[in-house]
Structure formats: structure tokens, C-alpha cells
């Protein structure tokens, strides 16, 4: 499935480290990429909507089609219905996936993560420009759905309505007839890519929150636990689980996603046991094994890799230190494969100078590098070091340009690459 959501979302994030000496509004487009994520909202709209032509959609997603009694609302906003004693749970809200009505879990959560990081690394920028508040309601949108989601520890609805059904029916979500069948993973039937996406979500949403609601920031750690746990312990590919998931977001494993999740978690609480578990699981998960190109809603490697490498310059690798060295390394190839200064093994460009990694949906894979190396360039300058590559060495501010370059791209424009 083409997935617009993931090109704004990172683009949202590539526009925050470009500055306005090229000539081109970059706030305006800021501003416009965020605006999808209103124009993508599922549930009863709130008083503040800008995109007003959208309306409410989605009202009854997890009654599953069946005639159904409110009860009673509990003390965090859950509505319990009852049909012949079995409880559904509310699954109003979150984000249509894409041209469709379909929620996807995966990509969803994958998509909140980056917003969560990108409000964390870029903050001071997201509020000169005015615009740190709408990126933190575009997240809440996805968490607060997400808690509702999570009806219990071992139990995580990861898909709202039929891709197939879905894509033969063009309407407006307002209108929209299709079934809006609910399916979950749980112990059974387990999903630990989906679940440790989600725990990862959850965990970098917590610290975008932190400064500004910490009490919201203390529940989505709750719930990150809980998930990661669940992910660990009962494993499996959520495909597996949720079959009508697959044509669509077909998972290629779950091991990076568990590295993912835990790596976030460590973040946001400090917890030693998290560093030790992307550690001791370095080898058999892939995370010191794995050399990437690319990073997506379907592989977190390269994202684990940077994340991890800020731990080791930050100087808190401590007893990790040697193993967290290899996930530099490995941190440093994708940013070499990228610079094209990788002993001819590179990620492939156009000749016009876009990561052109695949046919289908490209645009997200070069947003998503461009943001990584944005990053990588700002964790790299802050211990004055520089990016050690077979062909040659590369500054920080190299790694800058070429993530600027993508954005150029993406945005049809010509950039001034002696300004940027």
C-alpha cells in the first residue's frame, strides 16, 4: 500500500533542520505537512480542527457489527458495551492509513515514533516556528487511540476495517459502509512486531510529553512496558495474527522492533535492564549484524544503530561500551552507504541525486534516511567528532547537506547548497 502518512511524517521532520536562507517558506510547508495528519484523523473531530472539511468518521470502529449497550464509562475515558456478556472495547480515533479507511497498527505507531523523536530532537525549532503544538496534538491523536487499543496488557487491537473491502468502495470516510471489523493480537495470538512498534511509539511520545503534560507522559510509559513485555514474551509476526494485514504491510521479522522498542524505553526511563536487553540481544537479533541502507516502518535497525551510538558519545556505555561500538559501526555504514562512501557499497542514488531505494513509495525511504543523518550529524558535532568512512572522512555538516538535499527533492526545489 502507498502510504502518504509516512512521506509527511518525515518530511514534518526533514523541514525542521532546513532554514529559511534558500528563499522557499519551509514553515509553510511545515505547517501544510502537519495539516495532513488533521486531514487524516479518524473519530469525532475536536473544537480546534483546522482541516474543516473534514467531519466526524469512525464512530462506532470496535462495536464489531454487532447490536451493542453502553454500560457505563470507567475512570479513563473506556467505554464498556456488552452483547451476550462479552466486552468490546472502544476503538474510536487514530489515523486512516492512507487513500483508504483502513487503521493499521504497524505503520500508525511507526509514524508516532517519529513525530515523538523528531519533537524531541528539534524542539527549540518546532516552537520558534510556532508549530510544537500541533505536532504534539498530531501525536496524542495517535496515543491517546493507542491506549485505547491497548485493552489489557496481553491485548493490542492492531487493525480497524478491510483493505480489500476498503479499496473496492472510493467514499469519504464520513460515509463510508465498508465493514469495520476489529482484530487484535494476545497471548495466542501473538504480534511483537506490531506490539514493539507500539511500545516504541509509546515510550518516545513520553519524552516529546514530559516538559509539557508529565502525567500523560508517566501513563504511555505504563503502557510501553506493558507492551514491550508482551512483545518479548509471547513472540510472533502480527501477520501471522491478523492475516487481511498482510497483502497490505507485509512484516519482515520482529527482532527489530524489540530493539527498537527497548532502546526507546531506555531513553525515557534510564533503566539499566533495557540498555543490557538491546546488549545481550545484540547477536541473536541482529542488531550489531545487520548492515542497513534503509530505514522504514518495516526495519528499525539503522534507527536502533544511531540511537544507540548517542548512548556510547554520551559516555554511558559504562560495561556495554565495546558492544555499543559495534552498533556504531554499523550506525556509520548507513550513513556512509548514503555519502556514497562506502567502498562502492552504497545505497543507490538518482541521477539527480535522490535515495532511490525502491520502486513503490520511494519518497519515504530517502525522508526517513535524510531525518536519520540529520540526526546522526547533530549527535556527531555535539563530541566534535566526525564520521569515519572507508573512502574518506565526513564532517557533520556534510551529513547536514545531504539530508537537506532530500528535502530540496522531495519539494521540487532547487537549494542553494553554498547557504545550506
Request: with cysteine.
Amino acid at each position: 500500500m502507498v502510504n502518504s502518512r509516512h512521506i509527511f511524517t518525515t518530511l514534518v521532520l526533514v523541514l525542521t533542520i532546513i532554514d529559511a536562507s534558500s528563499g522557499f517558506d519551509y514553515m509553510q510547508a511545515l505547517d501544510k505537512s502537519l495539516l495532513f495528519f488533521e486531514a487524516q484523523r479518524s473519530g469525532k473531530l475536536p473544537w480546534n480542527q483546522r482541516v474543516k472539511w473534514r467531519g466526524d468518521s469512525g464512530l462506532y470502529d470496535g462495536y464489531q457489527q454487532r447490536a451493542l449497550c453502553l454500560v457505563e464509562m470507567d475512570m479513563i475515558g473506556w467505554f464498556r458495551w456488552w452483547h451476550d456478556d462479552t466486552p468490546v472495547v472502544n476503538l474510536v480515533g487514530g489515523y486512516y492509513d492512507a487513500g483508504d479507511h483502513v487503521k493499521f497498527g504497524l505503520p500508525m505507531a511507526y509514524s508516532v515514533t517519529m513525530l515523538s523523536w523528531g519533537a524531541i530532537e528539534y524542539d527549540r525549532t518546532m516552537m520558534d516556528l510556532n508549530q510544537m503544538g500541533h505536532v504534539l496534538n498530531a501525536i496524542k491523536w495517535g496515543t491517546d487511540y493507542f491506549i485505547k487499543a491497548h485493552s489489557h496488557p496481553n491485548v493490542l487491537w492492531g487493525q480497524v476495517g478491510d483493505g480489500d473491502s476498503d479499496h473496492y468502495c472510493w467514499e469519504r470516510a464520513e460515509d463510508m459502509t465498508t465493514p469495520r471489523t476489529a482484530y487484535k493480537v494476545d497471548t495466542e495470538h501473538p504480534g511483537s512486531d506490531l506490539a514493539g512498534e507500539t511500545a516504541a511509539a509509546m515510550a518516545a511520545a513520553a519524552i516529546a510529553f514530559r516538559p509539557y503534560n508529565s502525567s500523560y507522559s508517566d501513563l504511555l510509559l505504563v503502557h510501553a512496558k506493558q507492551l514491550f513485555w508482551f512483545a518479548d514474551r509471547f513472540r510472533g509476526l502480527f501477520t501471522d495474527s491478523i492475516p487481511s494485514a498482510k497483502e497490505f504491510y507485509t512484516s519482515s521479522g520482529y527482532s527489530d522492533e524489540l530493539l527498537w522498542a527497548a532502546t526507546w524505553l531506555y531513553r525515557a526511563t534510564k533503566d539499566a535492564s533495557y540498555l543490557k536487553y538491546v546488549v545481550d540481544n545484540a547477536v541473536s537479533m541482529g542488531g550489531t549484524g545487520w548492515a542497513m541502507k534503509e530505514f522504514s516502518w518495516d526495519n528499525k535497525y539503522a534507527g536502533v544503530q544511531i540511537l544507540l551510538s548517542k548512548v556510547l558519545m554520551d559516555g554511558d556505555g559504562g560495561a556495554y561500551t565495546s558492544t555499543l561500538k559495534q552498533y556504531q559501526a554499523k550506525a556509520d555504514y548507513f550513513a556512509c552507504a548514503c555519502q556514497q562512501k562506502n567502498d562502492g557499497y552504497n545505497a543507490p542514488l538518482t541521477p539527480g541525486g535522490l535515495l532511490y531505494l525502491h520502486e513503490w513509495n520511494n519518497m519515504q525511504y530517502a525522508a526517513s534516511a535524510a531525518f536519520l543523518l540529520a540526526v546522526y550529524s547533530d549527535y556527531l558535532s555535539a563530541v566534535k567528532s566526525v564520521l569515519k568512512c572507508p573512502d574518506a572522512d565526513v564532517q557533520p555538516r556534510e551529513l547536514l547537506m545531504f539530508a537537506k538535499s532530500q528535502a530540496c527533492l522531495a519539494l521540487s526545489i532547487t537549494c542553494n547548497f553554498k547557504k545550506l
